[in-house]
């Protein structure tokens, strides 16, 4: 997949770049003339072509995606989990 970057400048995804699986119509996931957001993994000496990582920008989603669910599902004190059964089975006893 080609990409526009400015004049004279032009980026190249190359297939393994891009996210996709080799069967995925790539057409449809990069039409003409559609925002792509990349991230640059090589410059030519000249800084005329790029190599460029959809799947890069994916995977440092992903990892924030994870990144933010792991601070949400951890407890904010100790003992504001909901314990263990064992825990809970003692604690209706004692009643």
Do not use: C, H, N, W
């Not at 990409?3 to 032009?10: E, I």
């Not at 119509?25 to 003409?32: E, I, M, Q, V």
């Not at 460029?52 to 669910?69: C, H, I, Q, T, W």
Request: hydrophobic share 35%.
């Amino acid at each position: 997949v080609f990409v526009y970057l400015a004049p004279g400048r032009t980026g190249l995804i190359p297939m393994a770049e891009t996210g996709l699986s080799r069967e995925a119509d790539l057409a449809k996931t990069f039409p003409l003339g559609a925002d792509v957001e990349v991230e640059v993994l090589e410059v030519e000496p000249d800084g005329r072509r790029m190599r460029l990582s959809r799947k890069a920008v994916l995977e440092a989603g992903e990892r924030e995606d994870l990144r933010e669910y792991t601070q949400r599902s951890e407890p904010k004190q100790e003992g504001a989990g909901f314990g263990s059964l064992a825990d809970k089975l003692r604690s209706a006893l004692k009643r």
